[in-house]
């Protein structure tokens, strides 16, 4: 079982929805979590971060981290073209320096 | 915000030659700096973390003979790929934390896409 499991997609959604990404993972050791966009071609640009229970919202982007079902989601609303992308979601345990990434789900968000 | 500069960002090399690849932490002091590879349509691999003025870890299944890692400063890490060869071809790239705590975001440089020919 990978440590950070995400559909990889591809997931479509029309222009202007709300676009719901997935990502659970198994190391109940976890506490903070991450979402990073990837363009094709490029690195990865951090998102958002959460570390607590509950709902975290910044702009279109509202993260969700539940702790005791292990699960962490982006929702992207009035989603757009330029949303399109593979969204990355990565785990982190204070024990360990490095994130431990899921395999990205790829977004196309269509006019 | 915090940034992290790579170079190059594109480099073709012939079979059998090495190739450094630098990453350098602009604004800020990365004591650990994160070194990923990439092929096409996969997640990020970890390959191995760098830590200042000590030895480099690798993850299982990479070759420390093979990637050499130099984090000789608190603001730069190189990597080099020795003897490369065609399946080194990939998408090279670093990381680091800003050091305000451990839970700090990763930052990536802009990466380096590596081909051997």
């Known amino acids: 079982q990978k440590e950070v499991e995400q559909n990889s997609g591809p997931l479509s959604v029309p222009e202007g929805a709300i676009a719901s990404l997935n990502c659970t993972y198994s190391d109940r050791g976890s506490q903070s979590f991450f979402w990073y966009r990837q363009y094709s071609g490029k690195s990865p640009e951090l998102i958002m971060f959460i570390y607590s229970n509950g709902d975290k919202e910044d702009g279109r982007f509202t993260a969700q981290l539940n702790k005791a079902s292990q699960y962490v989601s982006l929702l992207i609303r009035d989603s757009q073209p330029s949303d399109s992308a593979t969204y990355l979601c990565?785990?982190?345990?204070?024990?360990?320096?490095?994130?431990?990434f899921g395999q990205g789900t790829r977004l196309t968000i269509n006019p | 915000g915090a940034v992290v500069s790579q170079h190059p960002s594109r480099v073709i090399c012939k079979s059998g030659t090495s190739v450094k690849i630098e990453c350098r932490s602009l604004?800020?002091?990365?004591?650990?700096m994160f070194w990923y590879r990439q092929f096409p349509k996969q997640s990020l691999m970890l390959m191995a973390t760098s830590n200042e003025g000590s030895k480099a870890t690798y993850e299982q299944g990479v070759e420390k003979d093979k990637f050499l890692i130099n984090h000789a400063s608190l603001t730069l890490s190189t990597l080099t790929v020795t003897s490369a060869h065609p399946e080194d071809s990939s998408f090279y790239i670093c990381?680091?934390?800003?050091?305000?705590?451990?839970?700090?975001?990763?930052?990536f440089g802009n990466g380096t896409r590596l081909t051997v020919t």
């Open positions: 604004d800020f002091q990365a004591t650990t």
């Open positions: 990381s680091a934390r800003a050091p305000s705590s451990y839970n700090s975001p990763l930052h």
């Open positions: 990565a785990g982190h345990n204070q024990g360990a320096q490095k994130l431990v």
